[in-house]
């Protein structure tokens, strides 16, 4: 992508800064404006692409490990070179390379099929982890009747599905095609600020997302409304093990009460 800078409106000065800019952010197709030596340009180019390849690979550090070196690098410097963000904050620039995935790079035969989602599941874990919000403190304990109370789900707990099974990818575990079945996680941090997922079952995704529905449901609605989805000829036996799922959900702060 060449950048136009040399605009007739702009005055000399900015000009020279969107030169200086675009040979930075894709120097194969920016020349080195004439009046920098290369020997300093190069200290600018590789200070500001390492700053943002040494980011990406460490909040996406299982896609660095399986990617190969110069198929990293080419898709980080296009990147760079490509996408216009639309925030200065540095810790929001992950989310700003996840849009970069989902939008504007044109897929490579040798793209990890499940890159997308791998990189979506990576990149909760950082933006949980610097979500400006808290747990309210706990009114109940979790042994009290869940059943009776309408649970509501923690801002701080994401419910996600995937067609791949992305907590278990790595450079020995790389799936070509999606399973059958989606994978139901959920990514949560907890009052002592840690972020820990669970691997959830199709029951307990579910109830998660009838809670997520709202409705003031209590425990025990729920899982009577998942019982009759299920046709189960035993409903008590849904709701004995939903209780389960509910005050162990609790215990972990991924639902609250009030």
Same mark, same amino acid.
């Given at each position: 992508?060449?950048?136009?800078?040399?605009?007739?409106?702009?005055?000399?000065?900015?000009?020279?800064?969107?030169?200086?800019?675009?040979?930075?952010?894709?120097?194969?197709?920016?020349?080195?404006?004439?009046?920098?030596?290369?020997?300093?340009?190069?200290?600018?180019?590789?200070?500001?692409?390492?700053?943002?390849?040494?980011?990406?690979?460490?909040?996406?550090?299982?896609?660095?490990?399986?990617?190969?070196?110069?198929?990293?690098?080419?898709?980080?410097?296009?990147? @760079?070179?490509? =996408?216009?963000?639309?925030?200065?904050?540095? #810790?929001?620039?992950?989310? %700003?390379? +996840?849009? !970069? $995935?989902?939008?504007?790079?044109?897929?490579?035969?040798?793209?990890?099929?499940?890159?997308?989602?791998?990189?979506?599941?990576?990149?909760?874990?950082?933006?949980?982890?610097?979500?400006?919000?808290?747990?309210?403190?706990?009114?109940?304990?979790?042994?009290?009747?869940?059943?009776?109370?309408?649970?509501?789900?923690?801002?701080?707990?994401?419910?996600?599905?995937?067609? @791949?099974?992305? =907590?278990?990818?790595?450079?020995?575990?790389? #799936?070509?095609?999606?399973? %059958?079945? +989606?994978? !139901? $996680?959920?990514?949560?941090?907890?009052?002592?600020?840690?972020?820990?997922?669970?691997?959830?079952?199709?029951?307990?995704?579910?109830?998660?997302?009838?809670?997520?529905?709202?409705?003031?449901?209590?425990?025990?609605?729920?899982?009577?409304?998942?019982?009759?989805?299920?046709?189960?000829?035993?409903?008590?036996?849904?709701?004995?093990?939903?209780?389960?799922?509910?005050?162990?959900?609790?215990?972990?702060?991924?639902?609250?009460?009030?």
């Amino acid at each position: 992508m060449t950048t136009t800078y040399n605009a007739a409106d702009r005055p000399d000065f900015i000009s020279k800064q969107y030169a200086f800019t675009a040979h930075i952010r894709d120097p194969k197709n920016n020349p080195r404006p004439g009046d920098v030596e290369e020997r300093r340009m190069k200290i600018y180019r590789e200070l500001f692409y390492n700053n943002v390849e040494d980011f990406m690979a460490n909040t996406y550090p299982v896609l660095r490990k399986i990617i190969p070196d110069d198929h990293w690098h080419n898709m980080i410097r296009d990147y @760079f070179a490509k =996408h216009l963000s639309h925030t200065p904050l540095f #810790p929001e620039m992950p989310r %700003e390379f +996840l849009k !970069y $995935l989902e939008h504007e790079r044109t897929p490579q035969p040798e793209d990890p099929v499940f890159m997308l989602e791998l990189a979506h599941y990576e990149w909760v874990e950082l933006a949980l982890s610097i979500l400006d919000e808290e747990i309210s403190p706990p009114t109940r304990d979790p042994e009290d009747d869940m059943l009776q109370c309408v649970p509501t789900i923690s801002q701080l707990a994401w419910p996600l599905s995937y067609h @791949f099974p992305v =907590h278990k990818i790595s450079p020995d575990f790389q #799936p070509t095609v999606a399973d %059958e079945d +989606l994978t !139901y $996680l959920v990514v949560y941090r907890d009052r002592n600020h840690e972020v820990n997922f669970i691997e959830a079952n199709p029951v307990t995704a579910r109830l998660l997302q009838l809670i997520s529905d709202g409705g003031n449901k209590t425990g025990r609605e729920l899982l009577e409304q998942i019982a009759i989805e299920l046709n189960h000829s035993h409903p008590e036996m849904v709701i004995n093990r939903g209780l389960e799922i509910l005050i162990d959900l609790k215990k972990r702060d991924v639902i609250l009460v009030g």
